[in-house]
């Protein structure tokens, strides 16, 4: 887990005198007065922090008024921008950012009021949520590295390949494994697809599956004669490989496929209108809602970790 090349990396000592300046609280945390859960990782790119934060939504909404603040990666509004106000979806992806209208998307369709606040200074954004929208808990989006912000909670998702990565800008971690240290949970992702184990110094360690997937359509509604139809494939993610392998294992006769980087924009990418195609909901967010576009989506499981989040912040 730990290499030479930590030692001749210059960001390693940029992150290590980060952490201990905020350690020592020579670097200031502000508070909030509400419950904060920071849902974060160590590496770039994706490893489910949508996803859970879905998940989280969906299990404690009855019960609390969430906010979700996310900086809006790729967004072209700058500032805060409100992008869902209890269920009330108020701008579109390229404001709002893909990932957080995305979320927003799926919970208007659900009937989840929750809102959705995205702005670069979180600290800002979470006190905004507070005085100006009532909320009473605060899921901070890629909040790991934030430590500008106090949280009550941090969780934070591990997958399978960061266990042998290196710190970046040699490998895709963003900070060393050590760092789990800060962590006041492990969530062991993608166990459906590359299952593993770890235990680090007695922290409480949950296990992510995905499961129950499914085809959607254009009204973001399942559909059962997806396997009567070719697809040409498309995404643009941090790990376009796995929806691929994924389409794979679930029978789809797929006859092309297309990959594109992370929060790609798809602003000349046209559909034919004589062929049927299959993507992501964070990429199809970007393309009008066509017949012929058809979505990959899935429901996860994290066995016991809401329990555990309302016992360790007392919130029944």
């Known amino acids: ?45 994706g490893s489910g922090k949508t996803s859970l934060i879905r998940y989280l939504c969906e299990n404690l909404f009855s019960q609390f008024d969430i906010a979700v603040i996310s900086r809006g990666y790729k967004r072209k509004s700058k500032g805060p921008v409100i992008v869902m106000e209890k269920g009330d979806l108020k701008v579109d992806w390229e404001k709002g950012g893909d990932e957080p209208f995305l979320l927003g998307k799926i919970f208007e369709k659900k009937g989840i009021k ?9 600290k800002r954004g979470s006190e905004i949520a507070f005085k100006d929208l009532g909320v009473n808990l605060i899921l901070l989006d890629d909040g790991f590295q934030h430590r500008r912000l106090k949280r009550d909670l941090d969780l934070v998702l591990l997958k399978k390949e960061d266990l042998d990565d290196k710190l970046f800008p040699f490998g895709r971690l963003r900070e060393p494994i050590s760092s789990l240290e ?17 235990s680090y110094k007695e922290k ?7 499961k129950n997937w499914k085809i959607l359509n254009k009204n973001l509604e399942k559909v059962d004669n997806f396997k009567e139809k070719d697809f040409i ?66 429901e996860i499981e994290v066995e016991g970790l809401v329990e555990f989040i309302k016992n360790t912040l007392k919130m029944d």
């Open 114 to 122: 929750v809102s959705i606040l995205v702005d670069e200074d979180r």
């Open 1 to 45: 887990m730990f290499s030479f090349l930590y030692y001749i990396n210059p960001y390693f000592y940029i992150i290590k005198a980060r952490n201990f300046l905020y350690d020592k609280n020579i670097f200031r945390s502000f508070e909030i007065p509400v419950p904060v859960i920071s849902i974060g990782n160590l590496s770039l790119g």
């Open 182 to 198: 800060r962590a006041d949970a492990i969530i062991l992702t993608y166990q459906e697809y590359k299952p593993f184990d770890l």
């Open 233 to 298: 494939a498309f995404c643009g993610l941090a790990n376009n490989k796995q929806f691929f392998d994924i389409l794979e294992k679930l029978g789809l006769r797929i006859k092309k496929q297309l990959s594109f980087p992370d929060h790609y924009h798809y602003k000349d990418f046209k559909l034919d209108p004589k062929e049927n195609y299959i993507t992501t909901l964070k990429d199809g967010i970007k393309l009008d809602f066509q017949e012929n576009l058809y979505f990959l989506d899935f």
């Open 204 to 210: 409480p360690v949950f296990k992510l599956y995905r």
